[in-house]
């Protein structure tokens, strides 16, 4: 598995601004769209190009454009729809599937309570957007799911990852490439990411 971590110093920026307590619900929102359109940046950028005859104002040529079928975005409900508007932002004309899982608090295991997914997306590439990436455990979950719905080719991109998860991930699915805007210290007794930015569908959402 191929962990990239984005080493972008306006990157570093927004998310420490975004870790921080007293970030607004609406600029918490607004970061998140930022930062996830930049990590859909880097994510793409391996995307396979063809060329096509265009014409310009001045003269006809070849340029490149993505090649084969058009991307698809997969959110982990609920936190997951912060990142999309930013990758979508980039990506306009991506499909876009939901998995809806939440974490019992006892066990921290994922319930799965909605899925909906496009009917070809065995034929897509698939960028699965997800905030954090702390257990591991609905990352699991997902991932197992689009695999059993034909899905061969698959990234993971998270704003913030925990050790633990990314070894979770490892472990259970070696072939999918995970890029995070950053790697913290480690999981605390609750399953939440030290030091992190605390539960991001919370703050995305103002429920909390």
Same mark, same amino acid.
Request: with cysteine; net charge positive; hydrophobic share 45%.
């Given at each position: @598995?191929?962990?990239?971590v984005?080493? #972008?110093?306006?990157l570093? #920026?927004?998310? !420490?601004? *975004?870790? @921080?307590?007293?970030t607004?619900?609406?600029?918490?929102?607004?970061? &998140?769209?930022?930062?996830?359109a930049?990590?859909a940046?880097?994510?793409?950028?391996?995307l /396979? !190009?063809? =060329?096509? /005859?265009?014409?310009?104002?001045v003269?006809?040529?070849?340029?490149?454009?993505?090649?084969?079928?058009?991307?698809? +975005?997969v959110?982990? +409900?609920?936190?997951? %729809?912060?990142?999309?508007?930013? @990758?979508?932002?980039? +990506?306009?004309?991506?499909?876009?599937?939901?998995?809806?899982?939440y974490?019992d608090? $006892?066990t921290?295991?994922?319930?799965?309570?909605? &899925?909906?997914l496009?009917?070809?997306?065995?034929?897509?590439?698939?960028?699965?957007?997800?905030? @954090?990436? /702390?257990t591991g455990?609905s990352?699991? $979950?997902?991932? =197992?799911? *689009?695999?059993?719905?034909?899905? !061969?080719?698959?990234?993971?991109? %998270? *704003?913030?990852?925990?050790?633990e998860?990314?070894?979770?991930?490892?472990?259970?699915?070696?072939d999918?490439?995970?890029?995070?805007?950053?790697?913290?210290?480690?999981? %605390?007794?609750?399953g939440?990411? &030290?030091?992190?930015?605390?539960?991001?569908?919370?703050?995305?959402?103002?429920?909390?």
């Open positions: @598995m191929t962990v990239h984005i080493d #972008h110093p306006l570093k #920026h927004k998310l !420490t601004y *975004l870790r @921080m307590q007293e607004t619900t609406d600029n918490f929102r607004r970061l &998140v769209r930022e930062i996830a930049m990590l940046y880097e994510v793409t950028r391996d /396979a !190009t063809e =060329s096509i /005859a265009i014409t310009t104002p003269a006809t040529t070849r340029a490149p454009v993505i090649a084969g079928k058009k991307l698809c +975005l959110s982990i +409900l609920r936190a997951g %729809n912060g990142m999309l508007d930013g @990758m979508i932002d980039l +990506l306009p004309g991506a499909r876009v599937g939901h998995i809806g899982l974490r608090p $006892a921290l295991e994922p319930v799965e309570y909605y &899925v909906k496009p009917e070809d997306i065995g034929e897509r590439l698939v960028i699965v957007v997800d905030p @954090m990436l /702390a455990n990352a699991l $979950a997902a991932l =197992s799911r *689009l695999k059993g719905a034909g899905v !061969t080719s698959m990234k993971l991109v %998270n *704003l913030l990852a925990a050790p998860g990314l070894r979770a991930v490892q472990a259970a699915h070696p999918v490439p995970i890029t995070v805007a950053a790697v913290d210290e480690r999981l %605390n007794e609750h939440y990411i &030290v030091p992190g930015l605390g539960d991001a569908g919370d703050r995305i959402f103002g429920t909390k």
